[in-house]
C-alpha cells in the first residue's frame, strides 16, 4: 500500500510532517510519501522523505510566467506528483499535457478523478496510477470505503477495463488503519490523505495507526 | 457520414448557410447538421436543418448566470451538441458533467479530442460519438485525412479499445469530397467542417462537393 | 431606477416573464430589462421587453467555437448584457475584452463586481454601469441593501472616485419595493434581481410590488 | 529604480541568475530582485538577492492543493510577487484576493496589465504597484519604451488618476540601459524583465548594461 500524504495549504509545519513519516517509513517499510506546496519542496526533500508535488502544469521550458514547470519540482527534490486533484482540476488536454511534462522530468503520476467514469478516462491518458476521492467526502473524516464502497470497487473495475496496468488509490476521509484495510480489500493499491495527518496533534500517531492497517 | 458544419463566431449569415444545408440534405440523403451560436439556435432550427450546439455546460438549472444550459439550447431547437473543442476545453470533470447535462436534456453528444490518447479518455465517458481535430490543423484547409492519417486510424483505434459502440468524426482542414471519402477510408464515420462551408462563397455548391464524397 | 431581471438558469418559462415585465414596464413607466440564456434571447426580445445578455465573451468574428458572441447576442435582440457576474467571473483582461466586444456590437454593459473595491476597479474599464453583488447575499434574499448597507455606500463611492458618470446597480437579496427604495436612497440607480421575479409564483405581481418602490 | 528579473519557467539555472543579481545589486546600489518558479524560491533566497514569487493564489489557509499560498512562498524567502502576469492571468476577483493574500504573507506586490485601462483598474485594487505589458512586445526584443512609449506614458496617467502613489513598473522587450532610462523618462519608476537577462550568454553583463541606465 501506498500512503500519498497531502499537505494542500494546511498551516502545519510541513518539515515536521515530513520527518513524522520519513520516520514512520523507516520503522515499517511502509511506503510514505509527503506532499506540499511548491515552495516547501526541497525543505521536505530534505529531510530524506518521499517527496510529491501537489500539480504540475503540462507546460515546458519556456514563458509560462506563474506555472509549475515539472522540471522545476523535480529540481527541488520531488519524486511524483498529483495531477487533477480536485480542488485543481485541469482540462482534458491539459491532465494529458501535465501527465507528459511529469514523465519528460521523471516524475511519476497520480491523476485523481471524482468518480469511476473519469477514472477510466483519467486511465486511459497513461498514468502511472488513479486515484479515486468523491468530492462530497473530502475534509468529511467519513472514510469513502465505509461510505461508498462502491465507488472503490467500480473505480477499480473502469481502471481494469481500460488497463490492468494502472493501481487504484483511494482517497475522501481516510485517516486511520482500519479505513486502509478497508480501501485494501476494496481493491485500491494506496490512499491519499490530507486533515487525518496534516492537522494531527501528533501526526507521527496518525502514520503509526494508519500504516498498522498495511 | 455525418456532416456536422460548426458555425464557430465567423461573420457568415447562419440562416442562409442553415438553409443550404437543409436543401442539401433534403436532395441527397445525406445527414448535415448545422452548430451556430447558441444565441442563433432557434433561428437556425426554425430553417428545418438538424441544429447542434457548440457547447453546453456540465449545470443543472439554477444559479448559473451566463452559462448554456442544455434545456435552453434544447428548448431553442438543438438536438445535439459539441462538447470539449479545442475553443472551447473543459476540465475533466466538466466534460463528464457536460454529458450528463446533455444526455438529461436529450441531446445528442460529440465530444472532441486533440489526440488519439484523449480520445480513448473522452470515449471512457459515454459520449455518442468522439471526434478528433489536431487543434494543429484546424483551419489551416489542410485536411487531418491527408496531413495526419495515422491520427485518425489511431483514434478510431483508441476509441474502440474503450468502447466499440462509439463512434469516431474526423476534423480540422476537412472541405472537399475527396477528405472526406479519405476520412471514411481511414474509420472515421462524419466529420467536423467549419471555414469550409461557413466562409464559402457558395456554402450550398460547398456542401453538395462535400457530400459528393459518401 | 433600472430593473434589471437575471432569468439565471432557473426553470422559470422565460417568455412568461418577459411578458409579465413587459406588462408592467408599458403600465408604470419603469425601465424593466429580462436577461435569459442566450439560446432564449430571441424568443425573449420577441415579447418586447428590454432584453439583455447574461454574458458576452471578449471575442471578435472568427474562431472561437462555444463563445457567446456580441453580435450574436445582439442580432438575437439583446440590447445589453452583463459582464464579470459573480457567477461568471472573468479575468480582468477579458472584463476589458468583454466591454469592447459589446461596445462594439451596440450594446448596454453592466460590470459586477463583489465589493467597493472591485466596484472602482470595473469602474476604470468604461463601463456603462457598474454593480455591486456581495456573493455571500445572492439567493438569500436578504437584500443587500439590508444586511449590509455600507457596502453600497462604499461602492457608489468607489466608483465615483474613479469617474463620476459611471451609475451604479445594487444586486443580491432585492425582492420588494421597500429593497428597491432602500437601495435608492443608499445612491444606486438600478437593481440586479433574480429569484424574487423568476422564481415568483406571480412574477407580475413580484414586479409591481418592486417597481412601486420607484 | 527597479528591475525585477522574471525567469518564467526558462531553462536557466536559477541560482546563477540569482548570485549575478546579487551582485550587481551590492556593487551598484541598484534594486534587483529576482523571480524564480515556487519550487526554486528557497534556492534562489539563499544567495541573499532580493527574491520574488511569478503568482499566488488568493486563497488562505485550508483545502487547496495545488494552489500557490502566499504564506508559502514568504516562508520560502520571496518578499514579494508579481500577480496577473500576462502568462497567469486571474479574475478580476482574484487579482484582489491574492493582493489581500499577498498582504497577509506580509509580501510587496506589482499587479501586471496589458494596456493603461487595465492599468487604472488594477490601480483601484491597492497594490504596491502596477506593470504595464503589451503582451504583443513580449519576448520580442523591441521595448515597450521604443515600440510604443504612448502606452507607458497613458499607464503612468492612468494609474495617477486612481492613485498617486502607484507606481508603475513597465515591461516587454527591455534589456539594455537605454531601454531601462527611457521607461525612466516615461514616468516608470522601475522595469519587469525576463530573456534579456534570464536568456542572457553573461547576466552579470546583462545586468550591468541595464543598470548604467539609472
Known amino acids: 500500500m501506498f500512503v500519498l500524504v497531502n499537505l494542500k495549504a494546511y498551516p502545519c509545519d510541513p518539515v515536521a510532517v515530513a520527518n513524522a513519516a520519513a520516520t514512520v517509513a523507516d520503522d515499517t517499510d511502509a511506503r510514505i510519501a509527503v506532499a506540499p506546496q511548491a515552495a516547501h519542496l526541497s525543505a521536505v526533500a530534505g529531510t530524506g522523505v518521499e517527496t510529491w508535488a501537489q500539480h504540475v502544469d503540462g507546460v515546458e521550458h519556456g514563458s509560462h510566467t506563474g506555472s509549475t514547470l515539472a522540471e522545476a519540482v523535480a529540481d527541488a527534490g520531488a519524486v511524483g506528483t498529483l495531477i487533477n486533484h480536485s480542488e485543481r482540476r485541469l482540462r482534458l488536454a491539459d491532465v494529458d499535457a501535465g ?91 494506496g490512499v491519499l490523505l490530507a486533515s487525518g495527518v496534516a492537522k494531527a496533534d501528533d501526526p507521527e500517531a496518525a502514520l503509526r495507526d494508519l500504516v498498522s492497517g498495511v
Open 99 to 189: 501527465l507528459r511534462a511529469a514523465e519528460r522530468a521523471g516524475l511519476e503520476t497520480v491523476v485523481c478523478a471524482n468518480n469511476p467514469r473519469q477514472v477510466g478516462a483519467a486511465t486511459a491518458l497513461g498514468p502511472d496510477a488513479v486515484a479515486v476521492e468523491p468530492p462530497e467526502l473530502i475534509g468529511t473524516g467519513t472514510p469513502v470505503s465505509q461510505a461508498d464502497p462502491d465507488v472503490v470497487e467500480d473505480a477499480v473495475a473502469a481502471a481494469a477495463a481500460v488497463d490492468e496496468s494502472v493501481p487504484v488509490l483511494c482517497g475522501a476521509g481516510i485517516s486511520t488503519g482500519e479505513d486502509l484495510a478497508a480501501a485494501r480489500e476494496l481493491g485500491s493499491e
